[in-house]
C-alpha cells in the first residue's frame, strides 16, 4: 500500500524520499513491519501514533541512523539502501546525510561549542568552506532562528528553545533538501515550544520537504500535508488534514481524541 | 632527648645536597613527562581498540590486564635486561624508564579514556553523523573534547603516579631521587633525613600537579571560567561579536 495519493497539490511531483517495504527488529521485537511512503518536494510529512509505534524508528531510516533489515530506501533519485557495493556503503551513507537534516528530540549540540561553533563545525568539516565563511553563514542561519544576539553563549547558558533553535539552524546550515523532526518538542518546558513551532512553520512556508514525528497535533493539523498514523509498527492511517476531524478508522479517532 | 636528635640528625645535609637531590627531580620528573606523552596517544588508540567489537577487543584487553599487572620494578628490568638478552636492543636507562613506565600507564589510561568516551551521550555521535561527518571527524572534533575534560583530573592522579614510580628505575641507575639519596646517604650516615627530604620531593611534586590539573580543568569547563581561558578565549569572542555586529548592522540598514 502506497500512501502518496493523499499529498496536496501545491507540491510538485519530484520524488524526495520514498521508502519501500521497509522491517526492522531490535532483537525480537519487530519494530517496523513493512513500510512504503514516499515523500515529494515541499511536502509536509506529519507522523504521529503512541510510544513505541515506530515512528521515531521509521524517521531515522530515512538517513539510516537505523540502518533497515527489509526494504529500500531512495532519496532524491537515488537508491541508498540496500548499498550496490558494501564497500562504498559508508561513503554513499555519509553522502546521504549532507543532504538530509535532522532535528533530535533532546537537541544534541555540542556542549562544548558556542551556539556560533555548532552552526559553523559541519560547514567546515563536511563542507570544507573556510572558517570565516563558516563563521558568516552560521550567523546567517542563527539569524534565521532569531539567536544571532545569542551566537557567543554556550548550550548550557541557553534555554531549551533556544537550544532546538541552534540546533534547527546547524540543520538548515548544510542546505538540505529534508528535513527531519524527531519529536523536536517533546523535551521542552511548554512555555518554549511556540518559539520552537513557530520556526518550524516558517520553514514549512518557506517550502522545506519535512518529516516530523510530533504529539503536537495542532500544529500537525496545521502544516500536515500527508499526516500518517502509525501503531504497532505499521501505518494505520495517512491522508490529508481531514484525517484530525473525520477519520473513518476508529483507532486514529480514539488516538486523537486521547491527546488534543 | 631533643638534643640529641639535634646531634645525631644534620638537617643542613638537605641544603647542602639540594642541587644533586632537585637534579634528581629533574631526572624523575623528564620520564614521567615523556611517559605521560606516550601513554596518552597510546591509551586513546587502545581505549578505541577494546570498544571495537570482538574478536577486534581480545588484544587490547589481553593488553590492558597484562600491563595493568606488572609493577614499575619488574617493567623496567624486564625491558632493561630482557630486551638486551633476548632482542640484542639496547636502551638508555632513560629510554627504558620511559618504556618501561608507558607500557603500564598506557594500560591505565586506556581504562580511563574508555570510559571517559562512553560517558559521552550517543546522541553526540548521531548528531555528527546525521550532518554528514565520518566517524573520525565526529571522534577528533566532538568526542575527544569532551572526553578529555572527563578524563583530566584521573590523568593527574596517573602522572602522580608515574613520577612516584621512577623511584623504582634506581635498579637500573637512572639518577633520579632515589638513586641520589642513597648515593648521599653512602658517604653521609643521614639515611632519615634524605630519604624524609626525597618524600617531601614526591609530596611537593603530588601538590603542584594537583594545582596545575584543577587549573586545566577549570580552563576546560563551559563556559571558560578562569582568567587562563578567558585569556585563551577573549579572541574567539571577540570575533563572534564582531561577525554579529556586522550581521546585526545589515539588517537595520
Known sequence: MDFTSYSNGSTDRRVMVRLRGIKKSFG???VLRGIDLTVFRGEHVVIFGPSGSGKSTLLRTIN????PDEGTLEV?????????????ASRKITELRRFVGMVFQQFNLFPHLTALENVALPLVRVKHISRKEAEEKAAEMLKRVGLLRWAAYYPSQLS?????????????????????FDEPTSALDPEVVGEVLSVMRDLAESGMTMVVVTHEINFAREIGDLNVFM?????????????????????????????? | MITVLSTIYDWSLIWQYRFDLLSGLEVALEVAA?????????????????????????????????????????SVIWVYFGWSLVLGINFTVFEAGVIALSLLYSAFLAEIFRSAFLAIPKGQWEAGAALGMGKLTVFFSIILPQAAKIALPNVGSMLIGMVKDTSTFTVI??????????????????????????AGLYVMVAFAFDYIFRGLEKTLSVPPTGSIAKLLTSR????????????LAEETI
Open chain 1, 28 to 30: 525480537k521485537r519487530e
Open chain 1, 76 to 88: 532524491v533519485g537515488t537508491q541508498y539502501w540496500p548499498p550496490s557495493s558494501r564497500f562504498t
Open chain 1, 160 to 180: 531549551g528553545g533556544q537550544q532546538q533553535r541552534v540546533a534547527i539552524a546547524r540543520a538548515l546550515g548544510m542546505d538540505p533538501q529534508v528535513m527531519l
Open chain 2, 34 to 74: 615523556a611517559a605521560l606523552v606516550i601513554s596518552v596517544v597510546a591509551g586513546v588508540i587502545i581505549a578505541l581498540g577494546r570498544m571495537l567489537k570482538p574478536p577486534y577487543s581480545w588484544i587490547p584487553t589481553l593488553y590492558i590486564n597484562l600491563f595493568r599487572g606488572v609493577p614499575a620494578l619488574v
Open chain 1, 231 to 260: 501503531e504497532n509498527g505499521m501505518i494505520v492511517e495517512a491522508g490529508g488534514r481531514e484525517i484530525y476531524e473525520a477519520s473513518s478508522n476508529p483507532r486514529t479517532r480514539q488516538f486523537i481524541s486521547a491527546v488534543l
Open chain 2, 173 to 198: 641507575g637512572l639518577l633520579e631521587v632515589v638513586h641520589v639519596t642513597q648515593t648521599i646517604v653512602a658517604t653521609t650516615f643521614q639515611p632519615f633525613v634524605l630519604y624524609t627530604a626525597a
Open chain 1, 64 to 67: 539510516l541512523l537505523e540502518i
Open chain 2, 236 to 247: 574567539k569572542i571577540r570575533r563572534v561579536e564582531r561577525i554579529v555586529e556586522k550581521k
